[in-house]
């Protein structure tokens, strides 16, 4: 099924250990992001890549780093996980003029 | 800094009418977005407006952007349990570098449908 796919789906970390989410579009959008979502806090943005070969900063960027590998794969890397970084992370692109996102299922990150 | 807010908890029978509010704080967003958030799942796009709009319907859906108060509302008509759900109110802030999808998105009301 076309979309955007999150790998993987659950992880358990131990504090400073590092890992890299996954994620792949293919509709062929231009822009991907990254958001976190923890209970009572919404979602917000880590970090985004408006197009291929380039990425910025969102609300929160400390403590992530992001690699756009090709138009379809937009990467998060943990290098030194913290408690405070455990939550929901979803992936999504965007098509057209209005803005629509598309998410992936979600990475379910805990960091013991 | 630009804020969303909503109230975090909704409960309706089922084929009463949900409304669910949101104020937010930047008058210079282009779009308003509701997305739905089932369980387990991403969210999906539910709806939106654009910020030169006041209403628009489509289907049992029913969206009312009043940008003197900043108030954008969602009514779901016939509410059914399938509509049970986390709906977040959304808007567009293009000063985060000019993406599309740079959206500040409130923290979410869960709607309960009952029988």
Redesign the interface.
Known sequence: NAGVTQTPKFQVLKTGQSMTLQCAQDMNHNSMYWYRQDPGMGLRLIYYSASEGTTDKGEVPNGYNVSRLNKREFSLRLESAAPSQTSVYFCASIIGDVGELFFGEGSRLTVL | GED?EQS?FLSVREGDSSVINCTYTDSSS??L?W?KQEP??????LT?IFSNMDMKQDQRLTVLLNKKDKHLSLRIADTQTGDSAIY?CAE?IMN????????I????TKLSVKP
């Open positions: 969303v975090l282009t779009y977005y997305y387990g799942a991403g969210l999906q796009l939106y977040f567009n985060y570098g000019g993406s599309q999808g740079n959206l998105f409130g923290k979410g």
